[in-house]
């Protein structure tokens, strides 16, 4: 797999990363199979997937105890994403945004620990915390980084203003939010802002939660608990608006005898040097499809169809205020 580099300094990361959140929370299937789910890990590895994308709020906790078995006999060939931010481990460790240097203390020793690692190699901010200037979280951020606990440091969901504000403290690594075909906000400030300053970009849900892999038509095949079932682009006429945005990307895909999922990853993979995509999976047969997308070259024609894509029906969550701030 071609690589990149992580940030303007960082070190190269395999351009397609793996998210693996679905393995252990909010989707359907999550923390049923640990041995597919450790094996699909294995396997990215071996195909040079190396960024590993995971988070304390997933489980809680599960995820990065998860990371931490499957890779403690080959730290050395990943390289450990994972965020803070939405527990709030100064009190009852219930969730609410809390970006203290105090709760950034308090959470990198619950990853370390989890994660069975002496250091993160990328820790996101996952959500702003409104409460606390985002000085003060990066403040901490960067005497980690002295430290050598943490790596780089990175921001999820980040409005431009507070990029900006994080990274005249300390250069930010990666600005990781969500951005796919059905989700092209980042276009207009976050891509150029990002390029400019030399942060990395990670798109996550590049697949559009799945839906973009053109196998999900109706919510019967959702668990009840499914997180997608309350977001409002999988609802109801949202749902059947929606399936022409895939229906026009299979056009695509049968054009280069590839999938849709490969298609979309690939004109993702096309919008810039500084992209580098985290589609999840918890099987190793998917793992292997979404790899495949990196040798995947689309025509001028082709990517100008699918930039001209619709826009999907609904927001990409039911509550939006905690992003891009």
Do not use: C
């Given at each position: 797999?071609?690589?990149?580099?992580?940030?303007?300094?960082?070190?190269?990361?395999?351009?397609?990363?793996?998210?693996?959140?679905?393995?252990?929370?909010?989707?359907?299937?999550a923390?049923?199979?640990?041995?597919?789910?450790?094996?699909?890990?294995?396997?990215?590895?071996?195909?040079?997937?190396?960024?590993?994308?995971?988070?304390?709020?997933?489980?809680?906790?599960?995820?990065?105890?998860?990371?931490?078995?499957?890779?403690?006999?080959?730290?050395?060939?990943?390289?450990?994403?994972?965020?803070?931010?939405?527990?709030?481990?100064?009190?009852?460790?219930s969730?609410?945004?809390?970006?203290?240097?105090?709760?950034?203390?308090?959470?990198?020793?619950?990853?370390?620990?989890?994660?069975?690692?002496?250091?993160?190699?990328l820790?996101?901010?996952?959500?702003?915390?409104?409460?606390?200037?985002?000085?003060?979280?990066?403040?901490?951020?960067?005497?980690?980084i002295?430290?050598?606990?943490?790596?780089?440091?990175?921001?999820?969901?980040?409005?431009?203003?507070?990029?900006?504000?994080?990274?005249?403290?300390?250069?930010?690594?990666?600005?990781?939010?969500?951005?796919?075909?059905?989700?092209?906000?980042?276009?207009?400030?976050?891509?150029?802002?990002?390029?400019?300053?030399?942060?990395?970009?990670?798109?996550?849900?590049?697949?559009?939660?799945?839906?973009?892999?053109?196998?999900?038509?109706?919510?019967?095949?959702?668990?009840?608990?499914?997180?997608?079932?309350?977001?409002?682009?999988?609802?109801?006429?949202?749902?059947?608006?929606?399936?022409?945005?895939?229906?026009?990307?299979d056009?695509?895909?049968?054009?280069?005898?590839?999938?849709?999922?490969?298609?979309a990853?690939?004109?993702?993979?096309?919008?810039?040097?500084?992209?580098?995509?985290?589609?999840?999976?918890?099987?190793?047969?998917?793992l292997?499809?979404?790899?495949?997308?990196?040798?995947?070259?689309?025509?001028?024609?082709?990517?100008?169809?699918?930039?001209?894509?619709?826009?999907?029906?609904g927001?990409?969550?039911?509550?939006?205020?905690?992003?891009?701030?």
């Open positions: 797999m071609k690589t990149v580099p992580l940030g303007s300094t960082g070190p190269q990361v395999g351009r397609i990363g793996l998210g693996l959140m679905g393995m252990s929370a909010f989707y359907t299937g923390n049923s199979d640990e041995t597919e789910s450790i094996a699909t890990i294995h396997r990215a590895l071996e195909l040079g997937v190396t960024l590993l994308d995971t988070a304390e709020i997933y489980g809680p906790y599960l995820n990065e105890e998860l990371l931490g078995k499957a890779i403690a006999d080959r730290r050395d060939s990943v390289y450990i994403a994972t965020k803070f931010g939405t527990i709030l481990h100064r009190t009852d460790h969730r609410g945004m809390d970006g203290s240097a105090e709760n950034v203390r308090l959470s990198v020793e619950g990853s370390l620990k989890r994660l069975g690692t002496d250091h993160i190699d820790y996101y901010q996952h959500r702003m915390d409104p409460g606390t200037p985002i000085e003060e979280t990066v403040g901490a951020l960067a005497e980690l002295s430290e050598g606990k943490i790596r780089q440091y990175g921001l999820s969901e980040a409005a431009p203003d507070t990029i900006r504000r994080a990274h005249a403290v300390h250069p930010v690594g990666a600005l990781q939010t969500e951005y796919s075909l059905w989700s092209r906000d980042p276009e207009a400030e976050l891509l150029p802002l990002t390029k400019e300053l030399g942060i990395t970009f990670v798109p996550y849900s590049p697949l559009g939660r799945g839906f973009l892999t053109g196998t999900i038509r109706s919510l019967d095949a959702l668990d009840a608990d499914d997180f997608r079932r309350q977001n409002p682009r999988f609802e109801g006429e949202n749902l059947e608006a929606n399936i022409a945005i895939v229906e026009q990307v056009v695509v895909a049968k054009q280069v005898d590839a999938t849709p999922a490969q298609v990853l690939a004109w993702l993979l096309a919008q810039g040097d500084n992209i580098v995509p985290i589609p999840g999976t918890k099987r190793v047969s998917r292997e499809e979404n790899a495949a997308a990196d040798s995947l070259m689309l025509s001028d024609d082709q990517l100008a169809a699918l930039a001209a894509l619709q826009a999907p029906a927001d990409r969550y039911a509550d939006m205020s905690p992003l891009n701030r």
